[in-house]
């Protein structure tokens, strides 16, 4: 299994644009071969700070969404994804990280 886990924090956008933004990305990747699951957070302490947890098969299944020009374009709509960047045009600022599962552990 590969996580993706993305830091977004808004910078020229609202809550709610970010959130129908990101609803449309996840629908679309939702489809993809090798997806598992996909979860947006909300930090309580940070107004304006979302954690993207994306779980798939490999990650060659999840490096497979970079040549998916549509989604390219969907997230075109808060980041610039294409060269040359332009990240003057940004709305949001986002830090990436490709994680392993270390602890998965459900109630009981």
Same mark, same amino acid.
């Given at each position: ?5 993305? %830091? ?22 939702? %489809?993809?071969?090798?997806?598992? &699951?996909? &979860?947006?957070? =909300? ?19 999840? =490096? =497979? ?19 040359? &960047?332009?990240?003057?045009?940004? %709305? ?12 998965? &552990?459900?109630?009981?």
């Amino acid at each position: 299994m590969f996580i993706s886990v993305n %830091k977004a924090t808004l910078t020229d956008c609202t809550p709610e644009e970010y959130e129908r933004f990101y609803q449309e990305a996840c629908d679309y990747m939702a %489809k993809q071969p090798g997806h598992i &699951r996909q &979860r947006l957070v =909300r930090s309580d302490s940070e107004p304006g700070v979302y954690f993207a947890i994306s779980e798939w098969e490999s990650v060659e299944a999840y =490096r =497979r969404l970079a040549t998916i020009d549509e989604l390219v374009e969907i997230f075109g709509q808060v980041i610039s994804l294409t060269e040359p &960047r332009d990240p003057s045009k940004d %709305k949001i600022v986002v830090e990436h990280h490709d994680c392993s599962m270390v602890l998965d &552990r459900e109630r009981v």
